[in-house]
């Protein structure tokens, strides 16, 4: 078994060598984010600074419009479109899976596929249109609504799996005992599909949370403007970034994502859930 | 399996309608509106604002000027570039650098894969104007941490975003959206029974005999569906544009970002705008009934 050693021993380093290549390549880029915030002279180089400092981040605090833009207008976007998504997609998915229809993973897909190609800067077009007729330029709702709209297709899918892995025989047994499908499906199914519900939801308020286009293309009043664009105010006159206070701002903003990235992958582990079939 | 049905019809129904409606008013509106759009002279501001006209084909007629279509900031040049950038880094990028991560960390565990995914699920998962400004930082060209490592191996210091700004975006988009295929193929990957590769190695297979005879007839189904969707994604992404703004020169213009600058800057041209994106959808469609094709004749043939 010679050989077989050689073989099994060369495959481990190899791994190690790609593993480390690929921590390289992602990481790096990354490595801004963690040094420039607390430097007070940051510039575009990762630099450990000498003396860490805080000062980025009273100054970020002060500046009034960026900080409400990042725990006003981002968490009124993020949790209006995860509350949407998240109900919209559960009761979809939940009706999908009870009910009898033909061709019913042949339609999600095409709906996936639909949703992938009205999609971008070429949707937004006619969207804004639509969402000017509707009187809702510049209003959260009219962000909220087209984003969800957008996302409901994946959503609808990623909770496909979770709502068809459950087990029917809970919820027959509420029906026979005389319970209505809407309070069985409160009581009875709801709690079982949780888990999907709140990845969903995640999955969701990401999204939101990051969004930078609907936002721009929708949104018209500098108040209303989320982080993800009221990084403009960090900019000089002359349209350089004082990149100090953005690098602080950068790590305001992203922080939440991590946290939510962290209790998924704690509670459920970070996968797609059943493969996606083809 | 066979799934019993728990509710009626009429019950299945009123659980989906909510979503049937989002999907009808932000989906297949738009898509219908956006083809009667192509064919007026509609824009936000001045006369034709309230009471665009009918042109007929006019704004396909300019989109497909072929005298200059295919000069920077052109449709034809937007094109180019956007099929470039689809190459480069959804399929060679995305799809091929998740399945190579995938398929390393088959059946391993520990610390090495849970390092490598986690930091490829970060670069997925992080704001995009966060990437953006990370990402002109690693690039830049004195102080970037890209050309200090290559300045260090003696390869110079090449100023990216200036002198090879397409390569940059590629580069850039590749790392930002591998996590979906790595995601996708490892779950694929698990569906493989393990006896199927403990045979394969009972018979002396080597590491490309295994992906060629068991992975990739197995999970052809997973890679044509990765392969749709990231082609599509990549080709409506507008995230490059908060890297370059679509420059220097108009040299990273994607279609995504031709559109955005037509309708949504300067005259706000919303029928040349709706041209452009019935051409894309098009395009995508023509590419996803491709994809299609290929998944059902294995359908038949399999």
Do not use: C
Not at chain 1, 90 to 108: E, I, M, N, Q
Not at chain 2, 67 to 87: N, P
Not at chain 2, 254 to 261: K, Q
């Amino acid at each position: 078994m010679n050989r077989y050693r050689i073989r099994t021993t060369t495959s481990r380093a190899l791994l190690l060598v790609f593993a480390f290549i690929m921590s390289a390549f992602f990481a790096l880029p990354l490595l801004w984010l963690l040094t420039a915030p607390f430097s007070t002279q940051a510039n575009l180089a990762v630099k450990i600074p000498e003396t860490p400092s805080l000062a980025n981040f009273e100054a970020v605090f002060r500046n009034k419009f960026a900080i409400r833009a990042l725990f006003q207008n981002n968490l009124i976007l993020g949790g209006g479109v995860m509350v949407l998504v998240a109900s919209i997609a559960t009761l979809a998915s939940y009706g999908l899976s009870r009910t009898r229809v033909p061709g019913r993973d042949v339609l999600v897909y095409i709906l996936i596929l639909f949703s992938s190609v009205v999609s971008g800067t070429a949707a937004m077009v006619p969207l804004f249109l639509l969402i000017f007729n509707l009187g809702l330029i510049d209003t959260y709702l009219g962000v909220i609504l087209v984003m969800t709209g957008g996302l409901l297709p994946s959503g609808i899918f990623i909770m496909r799996d979770f709502v068809d892995s459950i087990p029917r025989s809970y919820e027959e047994a509420a029906l026979v005992a005389g319970a209505s499908s809407f309070r069985m499906f409160r009581d009875v199914a709801f709690p079982l599909v949780r888990p999907g519900v709140m990845v969903v939801a995640i999955w969701a308020f990401v999204n939101a949370w990051g969004a930078f286009l609907i936002p721009s293309v929708l949104l018209r009043s500098p108040e209303h403007m989320p982080a993800s664009i009221a990084f403009y105010s960090f900019y000089t006159e002359a349209g350089t970034p004082n990149l100090t206070l953005v690098s602080a701002y950068a790590f305001l903003y992203t922080i939440p994502v991590l946290l939510l990235y962290l209790i998924v992958n704690w509670r459920f582990g970070f996968r797609f859930f059943g493969g996606i079939k083809s | 399996m066979e799934r019993r049905a728990i509710f009626s019809a009429k019950v299945g129904f009123l659980f989906l309608a909510p979503a049937l409606a989002f999907v009808a008013v932000f989906l297949l509106y738009p898509f219908v509106r956006v083809f009667l759009l192509s064919f007026t002279n509609q824009t936000l501001l001045g006369t034709t604002a309230p009471n665009p006209e009918w042109v007929g084909f006019d704004n396909y007629r300019r989109l497909f000027d072929f005298d200059r279509w295919m000069r920077l900031g052109e449709f034809g040049s937007a094109l180019k570039i956007t099929t470039q950038f689809v190459i480069g880094s959804a399929l060679i990028g995305q799809v091929g650098l998740g399945l190579l991560i995938a398929w390393a960390f088959y059946r391993k565990k520990g610390v090495l894969r849970e390092a490598v995914y986690t930091l490829v699920i970060l670069a997925w998962i992080i704001p995009e104007t966060v990437v953006a400004f990370t990402w002109v930082a690693f690039l830049d060209r004195d102080f970037g941490t890209l050309n200090a490592l290559l300045d260090a191996v003696g390869l110079g210091r090449p100023d990216w975003l200036f002198k090879h700004p397409l390569e940059s975006i590629i580069l850039f988009n590749s790392w930002r959206g591998a996590a979906f295929s790595m995601l996708l193929f490892s779950s694929a990957l698990e569906t493989i029974p393990p006896s199927y590769i403990e045979t394969a190695e009972v018979a002396g297979a080597n590491a490309w005999q295994k992906f060629r005879d068991i992975f990739f007839p197995l999970l052809r189904g997973h890679i044509l569906t990765d392969l749709i969707l990231i082609t599509l994604w990549t080709f409506n992404v507008f995230t490059p544009f908060l890297l370059t703004g679509g420059g220097p020169a108009r040299r990273t213009e994607l279609v995504s970002i031709y559109t955005y600058r037509t309708a949504f800057h300067g005259q706000h041209e919303f029928g040349k705008g709706g041209a452009i994106a019935v051409v894309m959808m098009l395009i995508n469609f023509a590419l996803a009934l491709i994809y299609l094709s290929l998944i059902r004749r294995r359908r038949v043939h399999g």
